[in-house]
């Protein structure tokens, strides 16, 4: 069985700098490119980044500077550190593990305001 469970997500200040976890199990993680995605209200789910199984890293335009996402193979964790957030970076933040297939965690909200 497949499970992806994201955390670090909560109520962030505008500049904060959380770090969102996810941890996979059931899955060889090594083979497969993991990403993060995020869902803001009233919009369709959007490409944050994405790492592949040689670390090669792609990330949306919008957090391109602010945002790393790595991953450690020993721990199957994917990370996103988020720097300098905006509430506009409002959103269910989700974790995908991809290869063949898309896998999918439950996400984590991660609110940006004052």
């Known amino acids: 069985q497949v499970r992806l469970v994201e955390s670090g997500g909560g109520l962030v200040q505008p500049g904060g700098s959380p770090r969102l976890s996810c941890v996979a199990s059931g899955i060889r993680f090594t083979l497969y490119t993991m990403g993060w995605y995020r869902q803001a209200p009233g919009k369709q789910r959007e490409l944050v980044a994405t790492?592949?199984?040689?670390?090669?890293?792609n990330y949306a335009d919008s957090v391109k500077g602010r945002f790393t996402i790595s991953r450690d193979n020993a721990k199957n964790t994917v990370y996103l550190q988020m720097n300098s957030l905006k509430p506009e970076d409002t959103a269910v933040y989700y974790c995908?593990?991809?290869?063949?297939?898309?896998?999918w965690g439950q996400g984590t909200q991660v609110t940006v305001s004052s």
């Open positions: 995908n593990a991809r290869r063949y297939i898309d896998y």
């Open positions: 790492i592949t199984s040689g670390s090669s890293t």
